[in-house]
């Protein structure tokens, strides 16, 4: 099989192959990304910013041939395709137009006479290794803040995403940003750790397994590169009491569903309260029961997408089997279509044991793992324990009880009675296993900033 394809899950046929990058063509992606940097960050930053805020114009000018493409690539319905591209749009147009004003120099108080200074600079060449679950939005969130600060990208995206990739490389190319500011690049693994030992390139940012993740740090580390890692997760959703429980357990479970629960952020564990579990449980399992495999280009009521492919649905199915064989229950779906689809019917797993493997696992797939806990401290304990520390939220009718809870989650992005903010201008990011950095937001614009000392003497 072709390394960079495009691949229809729902059916298993290759639309599309692309040759892998060769050495030479490496060499001379990193060669063009260094000159061109050099061209770019001597450009003003309302130059950058115009060619940054034209770059979310054309996402929404090719708005429906953009979801097209990922629906086609990786399997999700044509709204969530529209959806991402909106965000991706927001994202870019965020830093087009709040970025300047974010990387603007200050003074600081010096006791030395003269004035002292903070700068936001450029620092270079930066590779973005990126998953395939959200193809525009984890570029969109790397590329636009470091555009607009007068950094170069070198973007190597997953393998079945290569359409979308080389399309985004279109759209800034024609948005502006020289030829060579923005490279899409078909690497091998061996090729991305050339790249990140190249003096040239400056940081690299992944997001990915903990497995990716380890390594990718460590040969950053290695060449004492900057790095971004976000790492996924398995957060908590924290249930203390609600005064409408199917309308709580039908927001936990199309938030837990969404994208076919191929999210890093997604609602992974649901931690409810002994009085109401048994209702919360049942509701989750109406809307689980029933559910039919449909077209993603065109999905009907009561059907679900793919999951992106046919080895990321068989290891969901396998996940969900071993816990069972660890002693969970499997409450409703859970069906591993046959053939080359990639179809995993929505699953309610409940009964996990926490000695068991499945406990610490991150079930990357539309399974809802619900735990029943009997008081808010037992909750806060099974919330924390945890390898990873991406997100997690608490629900009460009472806010500052819910607040309490969740002011001592041990994560990046804490929540009450919501699951997961997300906009242009809100943080992203995690601590733990989930890795380290943030994205987006006032945050993410200063991860690969020379915040340089400027210092004038009196």
């Excluded at 950058?48 to 090719?62: L, N, Q, S, T």
């Excluded at 992203?428 to 915040?451: D, H, T, W, Y």
Aim: glycine letters at 8%; a negative charge.
């Amino acid at each position: 099989m072709a390394k960079y394809r495009v691949q229809n899950p729902a059916t298993g046929e290759i639309v599309e192959t692309f040759d892998s990058a060769t050495d030479a063509d490496i060499e001379a992606a990193v060669a063009s990304a260094d000159a061109v940097y050099r061209e770019w960050r001597e450009k003003s930053v309302q130059e950058r910013a115009a060619v940054v805020k034209r770059a979310a114009e054309i996402f929404e000018e090719r708005k429906d041939e953009l979801a097209r493409i990922i629906a086609t690539e990786m399997g999700k319905s044509i709204a969530e395709s529209i959806d991402e591209v909106e965000f991706a749009r927001d994202i870019i147009e965020y830093y087009a137009v709040h970025g300047p004003s974010l990387i603007t120099d200050y003074e600081i108080p010096s006791t030395i006479p003269g004035k002292a200074y903070v700068e936001h600079r450029p620092i270079g060449v930066l590779l973005g290794v990126m998953p395939w679950n959200f193809p525009y939005y984890q570029v969109a969130r790397f590329a636009a803040p470091n555009l607009l600060l007068g950094n170069t990208i070198l973007l190597k995206h997953a393998d079945i995403c290569a359409r979308s990739s080389l399309t985004v490389q279109e759209i800034f190319e024609e948005a502006g940003v020289p030829v060579g500011g923005y490279q899409n690049v078909f690497a091998s693994h061996g090729q991305i750790a050339s790249m990140i030992a190249d003096p040239r390139v400056q940081g690299v940012s992944l997001t990915g397994s903990e497995r990716a993740g380890a390594i990718i740090g460590a040969q950053a580390g290695e060449h004492l590169k900057k790095c971004v890692l976000e790492l996924g997760g398995i957060d908590p959703m924290v249930v203390l009491d609600s005064d409408d429980v199917a309308a709580t357990a039908a927001e936990a479970w199309n938030f837990r569903v969404y994208n076919g629960g191929q999210v890093c952020n997604s609602n992974k564990r649901l931690i409810v309260m002994d009085d109401i579990y048994d209702e919360f449980v049942a509701e989750l399992k109406k809307l689980a029961e029933g559910l039919v495999p449909g077209d993603q280009l065109n999905l009907a009521e009561g059907e679900f997408a793919p999951l992106s492919t046919r080895v990321a649905a068989e290891t969901v199915h396998a996940q969900v089997q071993k816990a069972v064989s660890e002693g969970a229950t499997l409450e409703a779906g859970g069906v591993l279509s046959d053939g080359p689809a990639a179809y995993y019917s929505p699953a309610v797993l409940t009964g996990v044991p926490r000695d068991s493997e499945s406990y610490g696992e991150e079930i990357f797939g539309p399974v809802a793992t619900v735990y029943r806990v009997s008081s808010d401290e037992e909750a806060l304990e099974l919330a924390n324990d945890c390898a990873l520390g991406l997100g997690g939220s608490v629900f009460s009718t009472d806010e500052a009880r819910a607040a309490r809870v969740a002011s001592r989650l041990e994560v990046g992005m804490s929540h009450v009675n919501t699951i997961a903010a997300e906009a242009a201008e809100i943080p992203f990011g995690g601590v733990k296993r989930s890795g380290f950095g943030r994205e987006m937001g006032p945050l993410g614009i200063g991860e690969f900033a020379n915040k340089r000392l400027f210092f004038v003497a009196a």
